[in-house]
DNA sequence: CTAGGGTTAG
């Protein structure tokens, strides 16, 4: 009875199905048993992580815990979304009660406390526990030594995990390896090459983490040095290696290391592919997207909630919010907080505003409490349809209801919110009595909203400001010069344009992405030629020219050009749009028929939305143009956005 | 029956 019920209970990977072991235990008075209530125990607050409030109750109900139990909670508590609660549980241990006499901690409990004061970066909470175990006498055991180290270095006190570490007796290779990792998070790379290269001895994690600390420190010269030089890659070599990449925004690279790991018999786990997913995302590549989507469900990794979500992420961010609602809705994996944020920012992209609220109100009947991160595109979501009610409602639910300390993202997107719908006098005045200080950001919102309701003063006034934050960007001056060559005021032009290159500010290169046959191919305006642009530009005369016959096509170039030249010469520029060289290559190369996705880095330009529009009528075939902000899905002569933009 | 260092999603 004894060993089934064990058996059982390890199989258990839902509550529901723990409920039942439980209930048996109860019954059988197996409960009482320390050694099996220890096990129950560690399966809901370690195994079945989400099952912590479970745990809790159980705990309370048992009439003198000992080390185990007291370890085991704290332990669940410390990778929960609220670590604090192992100090808690660390001080009830400690307290003399009536009852009881305090449970003495050993080095395990140590190593699960700082573990928590790491998590939640708690410097002070670190170095008292660092105190307790010095009391304890356990500051030099070698386990409880190498957590102080990872904890100082999470804490951003490198300079104590050194002294840590050089007051080491017997460093083993763990405790070189928290050293090292340590360096990297103080954003020290010459020490990290100084301890590795000391290090006595080096396994494969040594290797692992070099190669994810230059990755994040952005030298990917090294990473790829690093990679090469490794003589064993394991696992964690090649997810690390994927996650690399995929941070540093080396699409390519990307997926010619996942079909190498392939093509050398290699499975890859689930990190690899969630980093190829959301390679797949960010370089929209949808085609590949979907093929590692396949393999997702033939290899059995649906059950890993990540997998699922970047799935979520990619689908939406390659256009096709309907298969992202799919995965969300019928993902075997318990979804979490990502999972409904990330589609619910699917479909604030879309400007899907009522379906993403809606989407928000499953989420809480759920059970699933939104946090910070939510709220930036549910208020996102109704800024871009135009909902200013329900942002409004939401703005007050976040602080009301959830006790949300508004942060500068959620005040930008109510800037936005006000700002998009003419009420610029409205976002104004909430960023005068916002309780932070506006950030470059807020005022290039504001900058875009007088962009579109052509209020010169405000946009002069906001220029302004933000040259006294120094942190004006190209797209300042040329969104001022269209906001002021829109209103006739060429003179004005004029000087932003001189100012510009005075200061030798030059304008961020327009590029769109396009996906043929699973390749990414990228534009960018102006670029000499080669066979693959001379193809495009061949097809968009083709259907320029169709465009003004058949669609009674005139250039918009008054708001979408900086220079006040002959308007031949404007429409020429205007023509050379990376967008519109990548759609004219899609129509030439892809069957009639097939969606075209873009990927643009900037925001698409007036003219090339309008000649989107116009292509998707004569032509009747469907475009998806991703840009900076959002997507535009253009059918039969009109855009998703409804020209909200 | 529990540990420490390396890779994952909004």
Not at 203 to 208: H, I, K, L, V, Y
Not at 402 to 417: A, Q, T
Not at 428 to 436: A, K, L, N, R, S
Request: charged share 20%.
């Amino acid at each position: 009875m004894n060993q089934l019920c064990l058996y059982l209970l390890n199989q258990c990977k839902t509550l529901r199905t723990v409920d039942h072991i439980h209930a048996c235990l109860l019954k059988t008075g197996l409960l009482s048993d320390p050694y099996i209530f220890g096990k129950l125990l560690h399966h809901c607050s370690v195994t079945i992580s989400y099952s912590l409030d479970y745990a809790t109750r159980l705990f309370l109900h048992y009439p003198k815990p000992n080390v185990f139990m007291y370890n085991t909670l704290i332990r669940g508590f410390s990778e929960s979304p609220r670590p604090q609660n192992s100090i808690t549980t660390f001080i009830e241990m400690r307290r003399e009660s009536s009852l009881f006499s305090s449970v003495p901690p050993d080095s395990f409990t140590f190593a699960f406390l700082l573990k928590a004061a790491a998590n939640y970066g708690s410097l002070m909470t670190g170095m008292q526990l660092h105190c307790q175990a010095l009391i304890h006498g356990l500051d030099r055991h070698l386990f409880v030594g190498t957590t102080l180290i990872s904890m100082y270095g999470e804490c951003g006190r490198v300079d104590f995990s050194m002294k840590v570490f050089d007051e080491m007796l017997e460093p083993n290779v763990v405790a070189w390896n928290a050293a090292v990792t340590a360096c990297f998070r103080g954003g020290d790379l010459e020490s990290s090459e100084r301890l590795f290269e000391s290090m006595p001895f080096k396994d494969s994690t040594s290797w692992n983490l070099m190669l994810a600390g230059y990755a994040k420190a952005g030298e990917m010269e090294m990473v790829r040095k690093v990679f090469s030089e490794m003589e064993v890659k394991d696992d964690v070599s090649w997810s690390s290696m994927i996650t690399a990449l995929t941070q540093n925004g080396c699409f390519d690279e990307v997926f010619s290391v996942f079909m190498d790991l392939q093509r050398l018999g290699l499975r890859p786990n689930e990190v690899s592919l969630t980093g190829v997913l959301s390679a797949c995302a960010q370089a929209g590549a949808f085609e590949f997207g979907r093929v590692v989507h396949g393999f997702v469900e033939k290899s059995g990794f649906s059950w890993i909630i990540s997998v699922n979500n970047t799935l979520i992420d990619m689908y939406s961010k390659c256009g096709n919010v309907a298969m992202a609602r799919l995965v969300l809705e019928t993902m075997p994996a318990m979804k979490n907080i990502v999972s409904w944020t990330s589609m619910i920012a699917g479909l604030a992209m879309h400007g899907h505003g009522d379906e993403a609220i809606q989407l928000l109100n499953e989420m809480e009947e759920s059970g699933i409490e939104p946090d910070r991160i939510t709220f930036v595109p549910v208020l996102y979501a109704c800024s871009h349809a135009g909902l200013i009610e329900q942002g409004h409602e939401c703005f007050s639910k976040m602080k009301n209801v959830y006790n949300i300390e508004p942060s500068i993202e959620h005040y930008g997107c109510m800037v936005d919110l006000y700002g998009r719908a003419g009420d610029l006098r409205k976002a104004y005045e909430f960023i005068c009595q916002m309780p932070v200080p506006p950030n470059d950001i807020i005022w290039r919102t504001l900058l875009g909203a007088c962009s579109i309701h052509g209020n010169v003063e405000l946009a002069e006034q906001v220029k302004e400001r933000l040259s006294e934050l120094c942190l004006t960007d190209s797209g300042d001056y040329v969104l001022l010069s269209n906001i002021y060559a829109v209103a006739g005021k060429w003179n004005n032009v004029e000087t932003v344009r001189r100012s510009m290159t005075n200061q030798r500010i030059k304008k961020t290169p327009g590029w769109s992405m396009i996906e043929v046959d699973k390749i990414m191919y990228r534009f960018v305006a102006g670029e000499k030629q080669n066979n693959i642009t001379k193809e495009a530009y061949d097809k968009l005369r083709e259907i320029m020219l169709k465009l003004k016959v058949e669609g009674g096509y005139v250039p918009e170039v008054v708001g979408s050009v900086l220079h006040d030249v002959e308007d031949e010469e404007k429409e020429d520029s205007v023509t050379k749009h990376s967008e519109k060289l990548a759609v004219a290559f899609g129509m030439a190369r892809l069957c009639k028929g097939r969606v075209i996705r873009i990927v643009k880095n900037l925001r698409i330009c007036r003219d090339c939305h309008t000649v989107m529009k116009l292509i998707s009528k004569v032509y009747q075939s469907e475009i998806v143009v991703r840009d900076r902000s959002r997507f535009h899905s253009f059918k039969d002569g009109s855009c998703s956005c409804r020209d909200y933009w």
